[in-house]
């Protein structure tokens, strides 16, 4: 699947909107939810985010990325993507 | 113009420990957050300097060839009762110069709030928080099915017995726990007689009190469908019996199974009713209960036997050498780590359920020393056994 880095957020907004409602009248403002905080997800359905967004980007998380406060978030989420995908493998 | 490194004042993390690893480098090694970084010498100077906080780029002055190389790694990997003070005796990624100074400060070797640093120490409020280290099965979950990317419940199995159930694995459950079970139950007295297990997972140890400890009738009770199938398929053999069963309807089976049981047996369930156990007595009220409706179902004479992960010991550092192991506690009473009851709050427990302690034992391994584990293992019990009898 090709996607352009700007494509990113909208996509990882979109899982969260099949699953739910996420509050936020702007894209911006969605972006900026704390999906825990709201209660969008479980520690269960992390790992089907994960899941997902390995797939759909074809990166791989790295343990320092769920330790950063942003994983936690759907724009910070769409950051880490989006540097994945700039970052070669090792 | 002032660089960030010059107004930025650090020091050392009081809770850090320092050791020489077998490859002779020096590991920054944090006890309680379980984070551990091998230093180069000039960090070690870097360090000795920032005992007192001061300003990082005075710290610097003159230093050459700092690198850090993170040594963590969450220590439990074969089993859950695996040594749990986290260091990696691999070689990490080398960082050197700014960027070892920003793995110093990431992973609090290097401080700039001591009360921040504090907070973190505390159950995560909810999944991920990065606020908070996180007690025990907290970070195991996030090890799981982040890292390892495996189910809790199938991992669970997986590092305790072999995959066709046949026997546990050759780690502390079968070096302590299987071991004594092995040396004491055949002198429990159970020939002919019930026994209930209450948390039997997959039926392995309720098998056992049949085949080993010649019990006329074992009733193995799991909340885990999944795991008593695997039981029933597993473990078939007269008067053995597997079911599905919500603990808090333990009083429910008072009335239909007729007569008491003889022998209830109880292996790292009672914890559960005791992680959150902050001494308030609200909190005791589910240990109570859970006591009181065992023992409602015991026989006259019958007694419940309780092995449980040990207080103090189950999930301690390990440090030292195989002559001479150490265990470092950083906690008791204030549980954030831990996941164990400690015993006063048990005793409390079993004294307003109607019950006593008749009986404590602290099993540790009895064979020969062959690795750290071994000797650890050998000095420190990682669990506790304790036997309850019906007050009269």
């Known amino acids: 699947m090709t996607m352009n880095n700007d494509q990113i957020p909208a996509t990882v907004c979109a899982w969260f909107e099949s699953r739910g409602a996420v509050p936020g009248a702007t894209q911006a403002e969605k972006l900026g939810v704390d999906y825990f905080a709201a209660g969008l997800l479980d520690s269960l359905q992390v790992v089907e985010l994960v899941a997902h967004l390995e797939q759909t980007f074809g990166v791989r998380f790295e343990d320092r990325h769920f330790q950063q406060r942003r994983f936690s978030t759907i724009g910070g989420l769409a950051e880490i993507v989006a540097e994945l995908k700039t970052t070669p493998a090792p | ?392």
């Open chain 2, 1 to 392: 113009m002032t660089s960030p490194a010059a107004v930025t004042r650090l020091s050392l993390c009081p809770d850090v420990l320092f050791l020489v690893d077998g490859r002779g480098d020096w590991i920054a090694s944090n006890p309680l957050a379980r984070i551990h970084v091998a230093v180069s010498p000039s960090a070690a100077e870097l360090l000795r300097r920032l005992r007192a906080p001061g300003e990082l780029s005075a710290a610097l002055a003159g230093l050459e060839g700092l690198w850090a190389e993170d040594r963590t790694v969450f220590g439990p990997r074969r089993c859950a009762l695996d040594d749990a003070t986290g260091i990696s005796h691999e070689p990490g990624r080398r960082l050197a110069g700014a960027e070892a100074v920003a793995l110093l400060r990431e992973r609090f070797v290097l401080l700039e709030d001591l009360a921040a640093y504090r907070e973190r120490f505390g159950p995560k409020r909810r999944p991920m928080d990065p606020d908070r280290f996180g007690n025990f099965h907290q970070q195991i979950g996030q090890e799981l099915l982040l890292r390892q990317r495996v189910k809790p419940d199938d991992w669970w199995v997986s590092q305790k017995f072999e995959d066709d159930l046949s026997g546990v694995k050759n780690t502390a459950y079968r070096k302590v726990q299987h071991e004594f079970l092995e040396r004491e139950v055949p002198g429990w007295g159970l020939a002919g007689k019930r026994v209930l297990d209450v948390g039997c997972g997959v039926g392995y140890f309720a098998e056992f009190f049949r085949r080993v400890g010649g019990a006329a009738e074992v009733l193995g009770l799991d909340p885990n469908a999944d795991y008593i199938r695997r039981a029933q398929a597993t473990f078939r053999a007269p008067g053995l019996r597997f079911e599905t069963f919500d603990f808090a309807k333990l009083e429910s089976l008072t009335a239909h199974r007729g007569a008491g049981f003889d022998l209830i047996y109880l292996s790292d369930v009672l914890l559960f009713y005791f992680v959150s156990y902050k001494n308030k007595p609200e909190e005791l009220a589910g240990a109570v209960g859970f006591l009181s409706a065992l023992k409602s179902l015991l026989a006259p004479g019958g007694r419940i036997m309780v092995m449980d992960p040990h207080g103090s010991f189950s999930l301690c550092g390990r440090y030292g050498d195989p002559a001479q192991p150490l265990a470092v506690l950083g906690e008791y009473k204030r549980r954030v780590w831990g996941i164990a009851s400690t015993l006063e709050p048990l005793g409390r427990a079993v004294r307003a359920a109607g019950l006593a302690v008749t009986g404590i034992w602290e099993p540790c391994y009895e064979g020969p020393v062959r690795d750290a584990e071994d000797a650890f293992l050998k000095e420190f019990p990682v669990w506790w056994v304790f036997e309850l009898r019906a007050l009269p």
